[in-house]
């Protein structure tokens, strides 16, 4: 078993699964939405290679047990809604453990997220797996930043990530 992943793991509206190549054509809405990318520099204009960008990097992760991203598949309706996962990242040399999610455009503004997030923060805290947890958002994505503060967390600092300014959001282990 692959550590900080949530396969299989479920929400109220959502099940939690691996990410796998088939899921790029439902994914690749989110890199066609000019919002999904506004915040972040150094992307690939092109969706497609945006997109592929994301899911190497995921397939990655997984290949490094770095955690990585789940795709979230909605319980009522199996439509794949989103992107959220533990990923253990380099935040100013020191190693941590961050909540990220995406969610496709369509489903914005439904929560989905915060479920997401709250599921992937009681995880990790149940399994010991860190003492803190951070979600690394940019300084003007304020819908993300949202999330994380519902999700009990606190703006820890304000610093350079893949040079992009961002703030750390950071909540403790209870």
């Known amino acids: 078993m692959m550590s900080y992943l949530l396969e299989g793991q479920s929400t109220e509206r959502l ?31 092109d969706p497609k ?18 955690g990585g991203m789940n795709a979230l598949i909605s319980l009522e309706d199996s439509k794949f809604i989103g992107l959220c996962g533990l990923m253990v990242q380099l935040v100013d040399a ?43 958002i940019h300084i003007n994505n304020v819908p993300s930043q949202k999330v994380a503060l519902k999700n009990g967390m606190q703006l820890d600092k304000t610093t350079s990530y893949h040079n992009n300014p961002v703030h750390i959001f950071r909540v403790n282990q209870p």
């Open 94 to 136: 020191k190693k941590e453990l961050e909540i990220g999610y995406s969610i496709l455009p369509q489903y914005w503004r439904n929560g989905f997220a915060f479920e997401a997030a709250e599921k992937c923060k009681t995880y990790a805290f149940q399994n010991d797996f860190a003492k803190s947890l951070i979600s690394i």
């Open 15 to 45: 099940l939690f699964r691996k990410v796998v190549q088939a899921d790029f054509d439902s994914w690749l809405p989110f890199h066609e939405e000019p919002l999904s990318s506004q915040y972040w520099e150094g992307l690939p204009t």
């Open 49 to 66: 290679k945006a997109c592929k960008q994301q899911f190497d990097r995921i397939f990655e992760r997984y290949q490094e047990n770095l």
